[in-house]
């Protein structure tokens, strides 16, 4: 669904999650996350029992670190938990769930969502420790794990520019996992530093069409 | 390790790349490489964090917060860089679009085997895209030292630390040596430096065969 109306605040973008929900935030580390929404979800949100699907569990105290610390994580599926220390206490501590996923595995898996696949097959991670629990099928006699496709209930993704439809262009590194998180999702937000007016964006340099994109917020 | 040990594998891998190759390097010694190429060996960098023409790091005042590569340092991009989602970048290590993958290891079995994104015991939280590049890279180098900081050998007759891929690894580096995954068995191809065989075998923890290259005549 394209935006109805303009950018909304973002503690009202927020309020779209609720208590045990998954929650799918890009980023790679902090480059491309959506560091308003996350602070608005900090504080002006009470939803917790939250999975989150992010390449990282953010920093000490920074990004998703602040949700964390919060206690209102209940489990994570991640390619790098290892970035915040506090993230890897959380989980030998058993106060939060870890899911380890190869970060190929990880944004095909969320791209798979997206584009209403139901898994595919990787050689990756087969005859590793993250093969527990996956099924594995011998194809031209080499070993690949089924992976399921990461869905999510809201995604909040990060874009240089949107426009007021919600088409997104990113920028630099920034992009990362947002493209694909944008697809992913029931309900999408996303966070700009700039809106501008439909059509000032190149057609042929939008990387997320606006269907994708339910609800814009500005950075702050 | 000296700086000085881990520029000298760091050189011998670089002879290994090829001008116009693509390369995706690891943390640590793989990071010396670009450093050492020769002259005229042009080789583009690819970061799975999604850019291929990685150039060098920035100066202060070209610090830009939308630019960093897979170890979260800042970079530049080189004229005709691209950029992409994490989806695509994996799609080009895993569809065997990368050239030759440059990575530190933990151990490496003699049967090729790689360990190196977790050790038994400790934290097993951070793979990142470790085992997608071990898997999908055309050429997959190792750089490591012959033994551990406790003096442990690093090649193995069976890898014991988590496994990252099974038969992965194309060559091995060392400061001692070189060997090249043959056949499904490592073997010894180059001594570096006044290395011996047998201070080569006193170093492995499992047998080799031996096949020495002269590099001069080839």
Redesign the interface.
């Known amino acids: 669904m394209a935006i109805a109306s303009g950018p909304i605040e973002p503690e009202e973008a927020v309020s779209a999650i609720r208590s045990g929900d998954t929650v799918m935030v890009g980023g790679?580390?902090l480059?491309?996350a959506p560091l308003t929404l996350i602070d608005a979800l900090v504080e002006s949100s009470d939803a917790d029992e939250l999975t989150i699907v992010s390449?990282n569990i953010g920093e000490p105290g920074r990004g998703l670190g602040k949700l964390l610390r919060q206690g209102r994580i209940k489990r994570g599926i991640s390619?790098?938990?290892?970035?915040n220390p506090e993230?890897?206490a959380a989980?030998?501590a058993g106060e939060i769930e870890?899911t380890?996923?190869?970060?190929?595995?990880?944004?095909?898996a969320?791209?798979a969502a997206g584009a209403g696949i139901a898994g595919f097959l990787?050689?990756?991670?087969?005859?590793?420790?993250?093969a527990e629990g996956k099924e594995e099928h011998v194809v031209d006699g080499v070993p690949h794990l089924l992976e399921r496709p990461i869905h999510a209930d809201v995604a909040l993704v990060y874009a240089?520019r949107g426009d007021e439809l919600g088409n997104l262009w990113?920028?630099?590194?920034?992009?990362?996992?947002?493209?694909?998180m944008a697809t992913a999702a029931r309900v999408t937000i996303a966070e700009v530093r700039e809106i501008v007016a439909a059509g000032e964006l190149e057609p042929e340099s939008i990387?997320t069409p606006h269907l994708y994109v339910d609800e814009l917020v500005l950075s702050r | 390790m000296t700086d000085d040990v881990k520029i000298s594998i760091a050189a011998r891998a670089a002879e290994e790349l090829r001008s116009g190759e693509v390369a995706n390097l690891g943390i640590g010694i793989p990071n010396l490489v670009p450093g050492l190429l020769g002259d005229d060996t042009n080789v583009i960098l690819h970061?799975?964090?999604?850019?291929l023409g990685v150039g060098p790091r920035p100066g202060d005042d070209e610090l830009?917060?939308?630019?960093?590569?897979?170890a979260?340092q800042p970079v530049t991009?080189l004229s005709g860089a691209a950029?992409?989602?994490?989806?695509q970048?994996?799609?080009m290590?895993?569809g065997g679009h990368i050239d030759v993958a440059v990575l530190g290891a933990l151990q490496v079995s003699i049967s090729g085997d790689i360990a190196n994104w977790?050790v038994p015991g400790k934290?097993?939280?951070?793979?990142?895209?470790?085992?997608?590049l071990v898997?999908?890279a055309c050429r997959v180098l190792v750089t490591m030292t012959a033994t551990s900081s406790t003096g442990e050998p690093k090649v193995v007759s069976e890898c014991t630390y988590?496994?990252?891929?099974?038969g992965g690894a194309d060559v091995v580096i060392t400061e001692l040596s070189v060997f090249r995954l043959r056949e499904g068995a490592l073997v010894l191809t180059e001594l570096l430096g006044d290395a011996t065989v047998e201070q080569v075998r006193a170093a492995t923890g499992g047998p080799f065969d031996v096949d020495l290259e002269d590099r001069r005549a080839a």
Do not use: C, W
């Open positions: 790679f580390g480059v491309g390449n390619s790098y938990f290892t970035s993230a890897v989980v030998n870890a380890l996923v190869p970060q190929g595995t990880f944004a095909e969320i791209r990787t050689p990756v991670g087969a005859g590793t420790l993250l240089a990113y920028r630099r590194t920034a992009r990362n996992f947002n493209p694909l990387h | 970061t799975e964090n999604g850019l830009d917060p939308d630019l960093i590569d897979a979260k991009a950029y992409f989602d994490s989806a970048s994996f799609a290590i895993r977790a934290d097993v939280l951070g793979v990142g895209g470790a085992m997608d898997v999908g988590p496994l990252t891929a099974r």
